[in-house]
């Protein structure tokens, strides 16, 4: 963290617990996936893993005592012009250090990615709202399904997504 | 609705004494429009499936096509009850991908009008849960008492529920001159009346056995449904933002935490009790200390935020909220996501009210503090 200006720099470091660094952090995470692309950014740590060791890897980094990432705090999904993104921000409540998590779909025309609802509840839902604006589907997801729009709708927050009555396009 | 109770039947089997009941979309105890799809054997309930969207108002979608200036006047139309911290979420963070630092006023302003709002929003919690309770007495005492606070942001900037009183480089005018006068006022008056809360509600016996040892969520569940807020407090989850990533003048001041064991109905009930008394103590310790200066930094005409992804959290009323940006260098964002408090901890529901009668789902609810716009988004 070499940004010393804004309100951050006074962050969870003064907390008794022995946090990691984001130094340790990211070397950490380099040596135990040597092909994952990891790298710091602007606030926090961040990971890029690939859609198919998904799963294993957020398993690990839950279980992972030294990184304990219990607290998914939130999922988004970002629609790229050749894949959807979905970016993973967790928090570990024992450590207090931050990552974030990203991976990409192989393509825009049939999105799917595991789902980690089995790891933190939470996700589940998320991972609805994203279905339903995104369309990625989350393989093995207990119940998917869309969670504010019905079935006339496409998915709004694809960039290529077109509506002359209800989107106002600059 | 004959093809959800055929879904529902296809994929979670019903059993011949079970049966469906919806509860909302307009129902008082839901707070707005919710429905809740309970499965029912007698009033127990066994499953209660949460259905959103009726106020989805796509607010991501149209920050896509907003500047930044703008994006901060949609906030508060999310949560309304935590209007202030929401603009102030996404003025931080703007302020922080341009590294630009404000001025110590602002940041002793907005944090006085953190704390005022967290107050107002409590306020009418309580009141509002009291009357799901059947206690119809407290919401009006909470909605009398709440207009103080109201009457105060209205002084200073005009508007009483959605602010806008936050924007990127300070806030949009400097306080009143009454404001301190106004303020110290409020507090005089409302240290006595919190006292009288208490009375009427948490030391009431009916009320008690309404909440005591009902709804509750545990540690480990909390941490892993992120339920954030006096809610996940209330289970024992340190959770608050202010104390672990301190923004504005929150590292300035001394200010507990306060955590709750049981994370049942009652202690999420006496946290939010608890936690006005901090609120207090937060405008005290700054309201006498608000240095001289600028009440904002001249920022640029058109807002460019540099290319990469910022994420900024802050602690609302009911929890963390988060705003994550994607830049792409336009004047406009490429993405934004708020992580909405609500939404985390409505989800828990199915969790902690099977097994519950139906009058507890409502006690749960309640305690719950649910403001739909900020599910919906």
Known sequence: ?170 | MAEIIEKIITTDEIKTDEYLVNIGPQHPSTHGVLRLLTKLEGEIVHNVEPHIGYIHSGIEKMTEALSYPQIVHLTDRMDYLSAHMNNEAVCLCVEDALQVEVPERVKYIRTIFDELQRLASHQLWWCASGMDLGALTAFFYGLRDREDILDIFEETCGARLTLNYSVPGGVMFDIHPNFQKSVKAFIKKFKKKLPEYDKLLTDNIIFQNRTKGVGILSKEDAIAYGVTGPTGRASGFSCDVRKHHPYSAYPYIKFDEKLGTDGDSFMRWKLRMLEMWESLNIIEQLIDNIPEGDYAVKMKGVIKLPEGEFYQRVETARGEFGVYIVSDGKKNPYRVKFRSPGFSNLFTINHIAKGWKIADLVAIMATFDLVIPDIDR
């Open chain 1, 1 to 170: 963290m070499s940004r010393s200006i804004g309100n951050k720099a006074t962050s969870a470091q003064s907390e008794n617990i022995q946090a990691m660094t984001n130094e340790q952090l990211i070397e950490q995470l380099t040596s135990a996936n040597p092909d994952a692309v990891v790298k710091q950014g602007n606030q926090y740590p961040e990971i890029t893993v690939a859609h198919d060791k998904l799963h294993a890897f957020m398993q690990n980094i839950k279980s992972n005592s030294s990184l304990a990432f219990d607290y998914l705090v939130c999922e988004s999904g970002v629609d790229y012009p050749t894949y959807i993104q979905v970016v993973y921000h967790l928090e570990s409540t024992t450590h207090k250090h931050f990552l974030v998590v990203k991976t990409n779909t192989e393509n825009r025309e049939t999105p799917v990615l595991d789902t980690v609802s089995d790891i933190w509840p939470t996700a589940e839902f998320h991972e609805d709202e994203i279905f339903d604006l995104l369309g990625i589907t989350f393989t093995n997801h207990p119940h998917l399904r869309r969670l504010f729009l019905d079935e006339t709708w496409g998915f709004p927050l694809r960039k290529d997504f077109h509506d002359d009555i209800h989107v106002v396009e600059r």
